[in-house]
């Protein structure tokens, strides 16, 4: 008999774009209702690429919060061909920094500082595995002559196999993986390496961003695949297997920059992140695995302590605003306009 009502351990958001200044504060109280902590992204402009910066930055996240909330951001740094392995060891001794963040230069929103060439970045990579610092991994190739339907499964093959084999004992994160392959190569793998799933790639295949014309809202990147990769997602996220946790990978955009000649990527989700989530549980009877896919597998990756406090979802339609502020803006979120078949209750402490 399929729940109406689940109450579940309060989850952790692995990975999570806030932006900066106004549109931080437009959005950080969605997060705050739904997760105790979140990986905070570091591609801000300038991007995050100091322990100092990142400090600053986590005030600021702070300083927006509810005055009650007890959220807690955990800071990452981008990863430049600059960075030092210095700063890896003052990122290790921070109370503050959890992770390295790779985004292949130009791979999307704010990655211009990435790294072209993964060899430049070899000693640091050797420092985070000697401090045990996790590599957060945009993977994808750049490479104009590849499909971008294809550039995972190719940064697979030409990058993430060699940097295994190269760094064994290097703790790795594959973020919000899109297919079949990536599914494959983190169940193989050992325990050092995990992947995040985010709620759209396991509700929404391709054609979502064509259904009844060109839709901007449904583009993201990675790019949304065919329906036989979102199942194996589904699968891979319901299986109960450790390598994989919940990352929302929650991207707001100004609504005319999304609707425009060249529309940004990324969804927003935040506001309904946890009921997504269930709803893709819920569709192949899964729920029972929601739990420790949400609030245990993510927190034993990073070795940090599981969250006490629940949180509880009630099967009750509701209908998602057609936009929320965002700064002097607004941002449409994902299902604007339409329902979600689960509601957030109220959080009750342990």
Not at 243 to 250: E, M, N
Not at 275 to 284: G, H, I, T
Request: charged share 25%; with cysteine; aromatic share 8%.
């Amino acid at each position: 008999m399929t729940p109406n009502r689940l109450e579940i351990t309060r989850p952790d958001d692995w990975h999570l774009h806030l932006r900066d200044g106004a549109a931080l504060a437009s959005v950080i109280g969605h997060t705050a209702e739904r997760f105790a902590r979140a990986i905070v992204m570091p591609n801000l402009k300038p991007p995050v690429t100091t322990v100092v910066q990142a400090e600053d930055y986590r005030r600021r996240i702070m300083a927006c919060l509810p005055k009650d909330s007890r959220f807690q951001p955990l800071m990452t740094l981008y990863l430049t061909e600059s960075m030092s392995v210095e700063e890896i060891a003052r990122a290790k001794a921070s109370d503050n920094v959890f992770a390295v963040k790779y985004y292949p230069a130009g791979a999307t929103t704010n990655s211009d500082s990435g790294v072209r060439d993964l060899s430049h970045v070899y000693p640091v990579l050797e420092a985070m595995e000697k401090h045990e610092l996790p590599l957060l991994l945009h993977g994808e190739v750049t490479d104009s002559a590849i499909d971008i339907f294809d550039r995972e499964r190719v940064f697979i093959e030409r990058h993430l196999m060699p940097l295994r084999e190269r760094f064994p004992a290097l703790r790795m994160v594959l973020e919000h993986i899109t297919t079949r392959d990536a599914v494959e190569f983190v169940t193989a793998a050992p325990a050092n390496v995990a992947a995040t799933l985010t709620a759209h790639h396991l509700l929404l295949n391709r054609n979502a961003i064509f259904a009844g014309g060109i839709n901007p809202h449904h583009y993201c990147l990675p790019i949304l695949k065919r329906e036989t990769h979102r199942l194996a997602l589904l699968q891979a996220a319901t299986s109960g297997d450790t390598h994989f946790f919940l990352g929302t990978d929650s991207a707001p955009h100004a609504r005319e920059a999304k609707e425009s000649s060249c529309g940004c990527a990324g969804l927003y989700t935040s506001h309904a992140a946890l009921e997504l989530y269930a709803e893709a549980f819920d569709q192949v009877g899964r729920l029972d695995q929601l739990e420790a896919f949400a609030s245990f597998h993510g927190p034993d990756f990073y070795r940090l302590p599981r969250n006490t406090d629940r949180i509880t979802l009630d099967r009750k339609p509701w209908m998602v605003p057609d936009e929320y502020p965002l700064a002097a803006s607004t941002c449409r979120p994902m299902r604007a306009g339409e329902s979600v078949a689960w509601s957030m209750l109220e959080a009750r402490a342990s």
